[in-house]
């Protein structure tokens, strides 16, 4: 049907783009970095989001294994033109590993698995594409030694501690950056660099909370600790209602303890209250009794379980199975929600949330607090943004078969908003002319494809951003690393 003219136009773009692919592919051929050419029976996987819903196609794959090829990737990036984007284990939700777009250079770092504990300091040595569950089980395997981190086995520790990393010794130990010590991360310009507290030291701030903009890290180093042995995993029943969530709030505010670690899982069906507390059953005890006769003495049920069964419990999965959906997910760090928001939050649950038959879920953990290890590191010493924040909420939408639907965004999006606008009514009712200033936060590590770059920017690093932008100036002016929601991007 078509006239000669008229194909010759539909292929032109084609034909004029293929030019620098193939001088990508030249380039990263003739320095010997190794790729994946799209031939590859394996480039498929290699390009395969965790977010089936956010596909995209990267300019060309290289897959480099020593820090020379490294460079030799990012300085073809840099002469061809082409966005240099770093995916350690291709979780975020946003497919950011994959540059969040397409047409970028994506320098897979899936060979970087070496998981190393120096026997005399204690401090592991780990390569970016290490997973959380085989870091978790390399470290207890030499010297019974764990660090902080986050739940699910297949996340990339890569991309996990750039934004933070939480997890279910996080309230007692910190986040997974708070661990880290040190860092070798390879700039735009090619340049090697050891990030710790006294080398590269405004890098360092960078890389702990937005690591993902400012080079390609190849490995970390984490002063860890010793695994508890005591891990007394609990599970109760209670009801979602806006008293349950004022108390839970007030707890994460006053007497909860360090080794206290809680989340609400929140579904359909209800609200479980559940956790990891690191200690004895009897202090334990102590600690959980004067919540739950706030929130209405509810049934439910403990164990005492080792590190790895503990953190089995919660991983939901194998440890070595990663699985893919189609999904939507959004996040807020709340640090101080008042009763008439409460009161909208858990009405929007009630209301809508509960009629939708989507296999959809709320996590809400209680982050910080005066007794929170988040908390008691200084607010402005990492990139972090969110350390005041008594909750941190993850909203995860779902369809495990088919295509997310076009309608499912507002869902979600609405939930969010019943919280941040009965917080700004209020605010402008309780004194006539204020509105508060402070932006609710939102972590990066839930990244939300719904904002713009502009709003990425503000909910991620809120007081923070100024200073991240600057350093990113100073050492990539020209955007070699960027994604739609990375620091500096338009
Ligand atoms: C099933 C599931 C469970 C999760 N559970 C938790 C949890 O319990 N706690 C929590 O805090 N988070 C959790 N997350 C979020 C997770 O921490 C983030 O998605 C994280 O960014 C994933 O890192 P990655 O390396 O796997 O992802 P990637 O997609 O590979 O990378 C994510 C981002 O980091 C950048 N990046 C990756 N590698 C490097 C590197 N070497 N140097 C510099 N930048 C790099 C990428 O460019 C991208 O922008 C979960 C995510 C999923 C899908
Ligand atoms: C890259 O961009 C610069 C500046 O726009 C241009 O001068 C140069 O020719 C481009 N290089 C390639 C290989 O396209
Ligand atoms: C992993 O670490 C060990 C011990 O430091 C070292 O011998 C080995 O070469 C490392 N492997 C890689 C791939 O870095
Ligand atoms: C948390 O405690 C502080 C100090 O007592 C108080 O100022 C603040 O209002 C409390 N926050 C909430 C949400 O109750
Ligand atoms: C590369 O960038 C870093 C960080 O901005 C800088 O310290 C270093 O001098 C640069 N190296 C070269 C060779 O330009």
Redesign the pocket.
Known sequence: MFSATVLWLLLAPAAVSAAPLTALTDCLTSSAVPQLLTTNSKYALAIKPFNLRLPFTPAAVAQP?TVAQVQAAIACGVAQNFTVTPKSGGHSYASHGLGGENGHLMVDMK????V?VDSSTQIA?I?VGSRLGNVAQALYSQGGRAISHGTCPGVGIGGHVAGGGYGYISHTQGLAMDNLVGAQMVLANGTVATLSATENPDLFWAIRGAGASFGIIT?YKFQTFAAPNSNIVYSYNIQFTAANYLALQNYANTTMPAEMNMRMFITSGGLQLEGIYYGSQSAFQAAISPILSQVGNPYGSTSTMGWIQGLSNYAYMSLTTPIDYDIFSKSLMTVAVTPAAAAAFVAYYQNTARTVSRDWYLIIDLHGGPTSAISKVPMDSTSYAHRNALFKYEFYDRVDSGSYPSTGFSFLNGWVASLVNARKKRGQKADGCKVPTTTFGMYINYADSSLTADQAHNSYWLTHYARLSAIKKSVDPNQVFSNPQAINSK
């Open positions: 294994t060979y970087w698995t070496n190393t040595t390569g490995y």
